[in-house]
């Protein structure tokens, strides 16, 4: 009789540190929000959250264009398993397809997602270096 809510919230305040490994229980039960949030506050395997913005960018657009950016930005800190540039590549891909879908005028969203995905693969790291790579983006900050 417990609402799946507070069961994920209390599982979520058990794991210090590791909230991001509920992300797609957030995501199934709609909390489009708290998904994000987990996603951004600890890592989430990039891989999965590709695919939450390939799903959603059409429906769930502001939360497609995070949870892409969110990938990049776990790609570009090393984490997930055998990743590749498709993956890469998907990610930027989804974030842009999103911020289309968000309604603002095509032009000043693209600007704004290129921007955000520069920053959000910024900084000295090999594996940031090597999502730039992929990008096509600048390889020094």
């Excluded at 490994?21 to 996603?39: C, E, G, M, P, R």
């Excluded at 769930?60 to 590749?84: D, H, K, S």
């Excluded at 309604?103 to 969203?109: N, S, V």
């Excluded at 693969?121 to 600048?138: H, T």
Aim: charged letters at 20%; a neutral charge; glycine letters at 8%.
């Amino acid at each position: 009789m417990i609402a799946p809510e507070r069961i994920l919230g209390d599982l979520i305040a058990s794991t210090p540190g590791q909230e991001g490994k509920w992300f797609a229980a957030a995501k199934t039960l709609k909390q489009y929000d708290l998904a994000l949030a987990l996603a951004q506050r600890s890592a989430v395997d990039p891989k999965t959250l590709v695919r939450a913005a390939r799903d959603h960018h059409k429906t769930q657009p502001a939360f497609a264009l995070g949870v892409a950016l969110a990938a990049l930005q776990w790609m570009a800190r090393g984490a997930g398993y055998e990743i590749t540039s498709a993956e890469v590549s998907a990610a930027r891909d989804h974030a842009l397809a999103a911020g289309q879908n968000m309604g603002q005028g095509e032009q000043w969203i693209g600007e704004s997602v290129t921007e955000r995905i520069a920053q959000c693969v910024a900084g000295p790291a090999p594996a940031a270096r090597w999502v730039r790579q992929c990008l096509g983006l600048p390889l020094t900050d």
